[in-house]
């Protein structure tokens, strides 16, 4: 299947900080390309949903002002964790998509703050 | 109500069992669906992408109904390696995708 790199695999960071993670995808260009995030034993939560060149789509709850989302070309998606806090530690994973295929995950971040 | 559910679980199941799973949809205009597996710690990764005539891969069995729109999986013959969580997927003609809540598996010897 497509290959979709996520880095870093894991970061730890002080409060305060920002932190920023690239999901890009390897051997096919990606119009559409997702970020999740996942506490330990629950399920995948969508965060936004970004088209390449437009601005991304912020699922309710989401604070676009702290999960800043770019999707600059067809292979490359950054997500930046603004003044990242204890309680953004998670595992953030991207997915990316063609049209009508399946979508291909990124290894996933995980992100702990300290 | 959620756009896509599935029985949380989990489902013990013994090794060489058969165990299905079903999820259900809301959304009508859903154009395609997807199962994936998701093992602990680790991303989701595509099991099978399921069509109206269903399909077999293997052990595995993929069905879609759209009259009651609902997907299932089926696995015939548990391995301890299938341990794992389920996750359904639906897209619509958007190119969104939907994931339900995951099904954990867990086999045992």
């Known amino acids: 299947g497509a290959v979709v790199s996520q880095h870093p695999s894991r970061v730890i960071c002080k409060s305060g900080t920002s932190v920023k993670i690239e999901c890009r995808s390897l051997?096919?260009?990606?119009?559409?390309m997702f970020w999740y995030r996942q506490f330990p034993k629950k399920s995948l939560m969508l965060m936004a949903t970004?088209?390449?060149?437009?601005?991304?789509?912020?699922e309710q709850g989401v604070e676009k002002d702290k999960f800043l989302i770019n999707h600059a070309s067809l292979t490359l998606s950054t997500l930046t964790v603004t003044s990242a806090h204890p309680e953004d530690s998670s595992f953030y994973i991207c997915?990316?998509?063609?049209?009508?295929?399946?979508?291909?995950f990124g290894q996933g971040t995980r992100l702990t703050v300290v | 109500r959620k756009e896509v559910e599935q029985d949380p679980g989990p489902f013990n199941v013994p090794e060489g069992a058969t165990v299905a799973f079903n999820c259900t949809y809301s959304?009508?205009?859903?154009?395609?669906f997807f199962w994936y597996r998701q093992d602990c710690r680790k991303e989701p990764k595509l099991l099978m992408s399921?069509?109206?005539s269903g399909n077999e891969d293997g052990r595995f069995t993929a069905q879609l109904n759209r009259a009651s729109q609902y997907i299932s999986l089926l696995i015939r013959d548990s391995k301890l390696s299938d341990s794992a969580t389920y996750l359904c997927?639906?897209?619509?003609?958007?190119?969104?995708?939907?994931f339900g809540g995951g099904t954990r598996l867990m086999v045992k010897p």
């Open positions: 051997d096919f260009q990606a119009t559409t």
């Open positions: 970004s088209n390449e060149g437009s601005k991304a789509t912020y």
């Open positions: 399921v069509y109206s």
């Open positions: 959304n009508s205009a859903s154009q395609s």
């Open positions: 997927v639906a897209r619509n003609a958007g190119n969104m995708l939907t």
């Open positions: 997915s990316a998509a063609q049209v009508n295929t399946e979508a291909f």
